[in-house]
């Protein structure tokens, strides 16, 4: 098995499978579907055997192919909204949300938190300043924490003292991820209903971001960035067009989770509100 780290699920799954004379995993289930045209593989990790097995807590993980993204088949934007959308309302809790956009904007292939932020909907205040008007629209609060080095404060303390303030039933963490592949670089978005350790995308973790520390659920979104180079040089690879990447990815997950979070809307509604 490949010793290169990767905080993807499913590549997890696909190495231990391959090291398993079975080529099944104890304590983990996997199911390939379909969803707007997208491939969509479910992974659960159902007890502690699993998760030893493949280095992730007990949970689901939902990866999301972005094929047909980039690719740029017919309505694949929408397309490719709806099943974000889909898929991680499944795995939301009915009440308000606070969303938390992970990383240093400043380092492009860390920003996918940031810039996912920068396209989602935020009404708790609009909710507050005019509740008719916007009576059947969820309360949604943001928050982007920044990096210890330029705030002096872990992204834990800062969502906390959010989350203390705006009461959510649920937490959405938008963070980069590192992979083993470098094939899944910017083409894969993974879901989870565990948490996450913001910076390990960029092998600079911090404290963990879930039910444990927040007191809430902590949905995860990540999508990979990087891979490793050379771990003893500290050196990642990365798209060479990742500025481009991460704008038209933070667009995509911002309105993947707007429209998850407001199934009343559509994509164009969100541009039209967005400005």
């Known amino acids: 098995m490949s010793t290169t780290r990767t905080d993807l699920a499913l590549e997890s799954v696909q190495a231990a499978c391959s090291g398993a004379e079975t080529g099944t995993i104890s304590g983990v289930r996997s199911r390939e579907r379909t969803r707007e045209g997208y491939a969509v593989t479910d992974i659960r990790v159902e007890d502690e055997d699993g ?16 094929g047909p993204y980039f690719r740029r088949e017919a309505d694949y934007f929408d397309r490719g909204v709806r099943c974000l959308a889909g898929e991680l309302a499944a795995l ?5 949300v606070l969303a938390a956009g992970l990383g240093n904007r400043a380092m492009t292939c860390d920003a996918v938190g940031p810039a996912s932020i920068d396209n989602l909907l935020v009404t708790r205040h609009m909710i507050r300043a005019m509740p008719r008007q916007f009576a ?3 309360p949604v609060a943001a928050v982007c924490p920044g990096v210890l080095a330029r705030t002096g404060l872990e992204a834990l303390e800062l969502v906390r003292g959010a989350v203390e303030r705006v009461r959510p039933a649920a937490v959405i963490a938008v963070d980069a991820l590192a992979a083993r592949d470098s094939a899944r670089l910017c083409a894969t978005v993974q879901l989870s209903d565990t948490g996450l350790v913001p910076g390990s995308g960029v092998g600079n973790r911090r404290s963990a971001l879930d039910r444990g520390t927040l007191g809430v659920p902590v949905i995860a979104v990540g999508i990979p960035t990087v891979v490793d180079a050379d771990p003893r040089a500290g050196l990642f690879l990365t798209p060479r ?18 429209l998850a979070l407001q199934p009343s809307l559509t994509a164009a509604d969100v541009t039209a509100l967005l400005g």
Do not use: M, N, S
């Not at 030893?52 to 999301?64: E, F, I, N, W």
């Open 136 to 138: 059947d629209f969820r």
């Open 51 to 66: 998760a030893q097995a493949l280095g992730k807590p007990v949970g689901r993980y939902v990866t999301v192919d972005l």
């Open 241 to 258: 067009d990742i500025d481009q990447r991460i704008r038209e990815l933070g667009r995509l997950l911002g309105y993947g989770i707007t």
């Open 92 to 96: 939301l809790p009915e009440g308000p």
